[in-house]
């Protein structure tokens, strides 16, 4: 129960950095600016409390090309992610991004050659008519810039996800999400300089929830696995949706259209459907972590 609450309130609070994401933008904060402060708060969170408890020494590691590689994989998912949000209405822009496990299992078969039986293809068959539904390629309900945008940040999730497999063999997650963080500040640097802006208190207030919700909301999903296995916490991360329906109702007066509220459940029982076989599988025959949800794959 711990562990099913800690995953609810990470998974809350990335759903309220969502939410100040497209606040901010509709501020007047531009995705360059939103990238940095982000990152730039969980560098100075995570120095700040490395500090205190006198664990520095964590953070060095012997993988720096590792790191930059994710980083730079971190920066590209990062940038179309949070571009979706500023594009896309909540729900749906969540909704994209649970696409990612859909993405894994096709990464790994390509990546992996990890063989794949009927069940998950099957679930990747309906995942991806989930995503027709709510698309409607062609029509005008979703800009066809964010929806592209959304599917290809849940693209890379899923290849980073496949990354830090390897490189969390080696490597604490407070080190790979301070490096995250200090190479993505190093590399906007240059673009704040030059399109970073003056802003008002609210703006500010904004940009620094950004922060400080996302890294919360990493900590919190991550502490949420000292405690309780992934494949029986994976379930509360599809509550992001029920959160971005409600802020999105609640601060932007978006409610999705019919075409989402059936599109979702098929993009969501997808990413459970996969969950649930590779739990199967782990029973019978332990392996490895899988790259999105952690559970043994074989």
Not at 45 to 54: D, F, H, R
Not at 182 to 210: F, R
Not at 234 to 249: F, H
Request: proline share 4%; with cysteine; charged share 10%.
């Amino acid at each position: 129960m711990l562990a099913l609450g800690l995953r609810l309130a990470g998974i809350g609070a990335m759903a309220g950095m969502g939410a100040l994401i497209k606040a901010a933008g509709v501020q007047g904060a531009n995705l360059v600016e939103i990238i940095f402060w982000r990152q730039a708060a969980s560098v100075v969170l995570i120095l700040a409390w490395v500090l205190a408890t006198g664990t520095l020494s964590s953070l060095a590691t012997k993988r720096p090309k590792a790191h930059f590689t994710r980083s730079f994989y971190g920066m590209v998912g990062m940038t179309l992610n949070f571009g979706a949000l500023l594009l896309l209405p909540l729900a749906e822009a969540v909704t994209m991004s649970f696409s990612a496990p859909i993405f894994a299992v096709v990464l790994s078969v390509l990546l992996l050659g990890e063989k794949v039986h009927a069940w998950r293809w099957g679930a990747v068959a309906a995942g991806f008519v989930g995503v027709l539904v709510i698309a409607q390629p062609g029509g005008d309900h979703l800009p066809l810039v964010g929806a592209a945008a959304g599917l290809a940040g849940a693209f890379m999730i899923a290849l980073i996800s496949i990354h830090l497999r390897d490189l969390t063999r080696t490597e604490q997650s407070l080190t790979i999400v301070f490096w995250f963080g200090a190479v993505t500040v190093i590399c906007a640097l240059p673009l704040m300089l030059a399109m970073g802006q003056a802003h008002n208190g609210l703006e500010w207030l904004l940009l620094a929830g950004i922060g400080v919700a996302g890294t919360i909301g990493q900590i919190l999903i991550t502490l949420a696995l000292r405690y309780g296995k992934v494949s029986s916490v994976i379930v509360m991360d599809y509550s992001g949706l029920v959160w971005a329906t409600l802020l999105g109702w609640l601060i932007f007066s978006d409610l999705p259209p019919l075409t989402t509220w059936i599109g979702a459940p098929l993009v969501v029982g997808a990413g459970l459907v996969i969950a649930w076989r590779e739990q199967i599988r782990a029973r019978r025959k332990p392996i490895e972590p899988h790259p999105i949800t952690g559970t043994e794959i074989r």
